[in-house]
């Protein structure tokens, strides 16, 4: 059974940064995705970042990229997700998710992914 936990999150003042963490456990295999997706007060769950961990190819949210950098440890299963120059708009829930995504599949699309994590809260203040 695979397990995704994240940690990390918190409250921050804008121009600051958090680093979000997600360890997964259970595949036997690296040809699995693993994605951070966050959910704002009354509005939908997007994708923010996603990393293919058989080959470490990245992907990012237009409006994440330049200031956020997922990053994987191998040895440690782990996925990180670091938050440079964060916004008040980048206030949310934010969920680890990881899966096995069909070839020319679309990574932000939540239907993909079968694990998640309970989530952890950024708060960026103004």
């Known amino acids: 059974q695979v397990q995704v936990v994240e940690s990390g999150g918190g409250s921050v003042q804008a121009g600051g940064s958090l680093r979000l963490s997600c360890a997964a456990s259970?595949?036997?295999?690296?040809?699995?995705?693993m994605a951070w997706f966050r959910q704002a007060q009354g509005k939908e769950r997007e994708g923010v970042s996603a990393?293919?961990?058989?080959?470490?190819?990245?992907y990012y949210a237009d409006s994440v990229k330049g200031r956020f950098t997922i990053s994987q440890d191998n040895a440690k299963n782990t996925v990180y997700l670091q938050m440079n120059s964060l916004k008040p708009e980048d206030t949310a829930m934010y969920y680890c998710?990881?899966?096995?995504?069909?070839?020319?599949?679309?990574?932000?699309?939540?239907?993909?992914?079968?694990?998640w994590g309970q989530g952890t809260q950024v708060t960026v203040s103004s």
């Open positions: 998710a990881a899966g096995r995504l069909p070839d020319g599949s679309w990574w932000r699309s939540r239907l993909h992914y079968n694990y």
């Open positions: 259970g595949y036997t295999s690296r040809d699995y995705y």
């Open positions: 990393i293919y961990t058989g080959g470490g190819f990245t």
